[in-house]
């Protein structure tokens, strides 16, 4: 199946589970051994290949353990600017994201607090 971006959640993470046991199963490695090897508790690997949530950072060491934790740049690759933009870049980078300013009425005269 084709992970879409318009799929729920949990059919995702239990899409993933099933590629992730594939992986290990074709290494020829338990998810024993796998557990052992990468730290992560025997529950946790059988969570994650049944497609219940889990932290990042058990899927960090999952695919570690598989070879596989280079491919997370796929997940979210850098972004790529023009030429232009990344000389702006460098002038200044940006940090936040702020809000849209309220534009004043024309109309309204700024007065000092103890005016009516």
């Known amino acids: 199946m084709k992970i879409e971006e318009n799929h729920l959640p949990q059919t995702v993470l239990e899409e993933l ?18 557990s052992e090897r990468s730290g992560l508790s025997l529950r946790t690997v059988k969570n994650i290949e049944s497609g219940k949530d889990f932290q990042v950072s058990s899927l960090i ?10 491919r997370m740049d796929l997940l979210v690759p850098d972004l790529i600017r023009s030429p232009v933009e990344q000389i702006k870049e460098k002038r200044k980078t940006r940090k936040r994201v702020s809000s849209p300013r309220k534009k004043k009425s024309p109309n309204t005269v700024w007065k000092w607090g103890d005016e009516k």
């Open 17 to 34: 589970g099933l590629r992730l046991a594939q992986y290990r199963i074709s290494a020829n490695i338990t998810q024993a051994a796998l």
């Open 61 to 70: 060491q999952f695919l570690r353990e598989l070879g596989l934790a280079s």
